[in-house]
């Protein structure tokens, strides 16, 4: 049933390690390859010797052996799945806070696939608060949480807080990975087109008017397009984010709210989902000095011009069967604005995220959005990762599409 799958299992110091070499054997019974990261305390619970015989591959433990490098991003980019079972109350708050001291935190940080965990401690650590807001944390970057049981404990004590059975590790593998590829086909043989990031709006040859945007949302959302098949085209513009080529994404870099235009207009037709994640820039200057401006007055002022809205001139040229995606960033009458743009920009859906919200907007790894559709529909989400954010909006999209 697991046949050609990859999982990577990370086992952590806990004295509920000895259910990861059964977990092992029947992953293997399963069809699975299977590779192991340990972490140096797990290796007082379970020896290497056992796990390397069991799951037939060397156990993986350090960042570098006898001068060579482990590379992290590959073993990351190999794994269909990610398991960490038992999860100690260490690791968790490694996970938590992204404290990179070992082998499997990197290969963790560096995982693009889906990552299980199954923690395992006693109970007044299961229940403490920091244990309760470090796994609340975990779940927000989009991590499962596979239920602990109740039964005998390593104190001798018994109560909640007991590594889930092997069997039911087993089930929820199976769970994440049919969820997973019944997702990665959806959107194969549909095109997207996505705008993220800034506009710099030049002044001179060294100024710009420009914004905080970070560009994670649209970046986000063309991943999730493209982890479903769709084929994805990302009008970038000057943003700190470094993207590897292998994204799969193809990236049109941009500087200026023109620019960005150019490129819309070129792309969209060609495209069955756009997606303006971009914070483009509402005024340029009337014009640009080609000469560095010197100060020479007390006041100076900069005669500025509208810019085009792009979103509103694909909203005029869309057709039938296009899905059209706008924002909205508001700090008043959130609702009615948003409501207000997707009618007078001809889009099937708005995403409205409010200043006023902790933790969403530009810069922040999270967001909280409200999707308006033009049917009238209105769908709130809770504050979440920026890539948990991006799946429920690309899930609206299909919904769209295959209606
Ligand atoms: N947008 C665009 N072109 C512009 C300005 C905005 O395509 N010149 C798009 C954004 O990418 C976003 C949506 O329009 O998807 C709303 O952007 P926002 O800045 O919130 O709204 P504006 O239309 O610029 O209105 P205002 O600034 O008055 O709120």
Redesign the pocket.
Known sequence: MLKDKKILLGITGSIAAYKSLLLVRMLLKAGAEVRVIMTPSAKDFVTPLSVSTLSKNPVLENLSEAGSWANHVALGNWADLMLIAPLSCNTLSKMANGLCDNLLIAVYLSASCPVLVAPAMDEDMWKHPSTVANLERIKLFGNRIIPVGNGELASGLFGEGRMAEPEDILDFIFQSLSEASNLSGTLSGKKALV?AGPTYEPIDPVRFIGNHSSGKMGISIARELSNRGAKVKLVLGPTEIDLPESTGLRIIRVQS?DQMYDACIREFPDSDITV???????YKPISVSGLKIKKTAEDFSLKLTR??????SLGEIKKAGQVLV?????NSNEKN?ALQ?LRS?NADMIVLNSLNDRGAGFGHDTNKITVFEKEGAETPFPLQDKQQVAKHIVDRIVNRLYA
């Open positions: 705008t709210a303006m994640a971009a914070a483009v820039a509402d810019t085009r809205d792009i979103l509103k706008g924002f909205a960033l508001e604005y743009k920009k």
